[in-house]
């Protein structure tokens, strides 16, 4: 069945660095969708990706759609400590969807 | 409009009692959605509604019921509550399409002991 697979799994990153975070999926993917929960919070949708190779940036995040739409990736820049959080993916395989086990982000001063 | 609302926020079983969680939205979406999340294991999907009275199995739908008499509401049941269903449930509504923005509630914890 469809698998999506997220890495890593935890993200320590100091404050002002870059980091990036992958979602790959084993079947190809109608969409892909990201989201970011914050500690104790619900998830709340970022961004959707829908066309091979497409790129969408917002603010300091930079997301990006693979070209044979199997994979994609979450850059944040100059992170801040407003980033702390766990971001999901959710890959839509014509009706199958599954979310990613999420990547813990834990930002340091 | 208060999006999608969760009741109870908090709740705390015995194992064998049985409950039911409420989620309602006020967006008139057809698709909803119960989610269950565990440490490490992301969101997996117990069961979905793709509009009223009709309802479908998920991922995980082993020891849940639920039931969309209304549009705006879907209800997740556990007859006998075990350990093993100890989480957070999250409930999520979409306009039309799986592929659409997911728009969550807040969630509910559940303990059972």
């Known amino acids: 069945g469809q698998q999506v697979m997220q890495i890593p799994q935890y993200q320590h990153v100091q404050e002002g660095e870059d980091f990036t975070t992958y979602c790959n999926s084993s079947?190809?993917?109608?969409?892909i969708q990201w989201y970011k929960q914050r500690p104790g919070g619900h998830p709340v949708f970022l961004i959707q990706?829908?066309?091979?190779?497409e790129v969408k940036k917002q603010k300091r995040l930079t997301f990006q759609f693979g070209e044979a739409k199997k994979n994609s990736s979450l850059h944040i820049t100059a992170t801040q400590t407003t980033d702390v959080g766990t971001y999901f993916c959710?890959?839509?395989?014509?009706?199958?969807?599954?979310f990613g086990a999420g990547t813990q982000v834990v930002v340091t001063p | 409009n208060a999006g999608v609302t969760q009741t109870p926020k908090f709740r705390v079983l015995k194992t064998g009692q049985s409950m039911t969680l409420l989620c309602a939205q006020d967006?008139?979406?057809?698709?909803m959605y119960w989610y269950r999340q565990d440490p490490g294991m992301g969101l997996r999907l117990i069961h979905y509604?793709?509009?009223?009275?009709?309802?479908a199995k998920g991922e995980v739908p082993d020891g849940y019921n639920v039931s969309r008499l209304k549009k705006q509401n879907f209800l997740l049941g556990l007859e006998s509550a075990a350990p093993s269903q100890t989480s957070v449930y999250f409930c999520?509504?979409?306009?039309?399409?799986?592929?659409?923005?997911?728009?969550f509630g807040p969630g509910t914890r559940l303990t059972v002991l």
């Open positions: 990706l829908v066309k091979s190779g």
């Open positions: 509604s793709v509009g009223e009275g009709t309802t």
């Open positions: 959710k890959g839509d395989s014509w009706g199958k969807l599954q």
């Open positions: 079947t190809t993917l109608s969409n």
């Open positions: 967006m008139n979406h057809e698709y």
């Open positions: 999520a509504s979409t306009p039309p399409g799986f592929g659409d923005t997911q728009y």
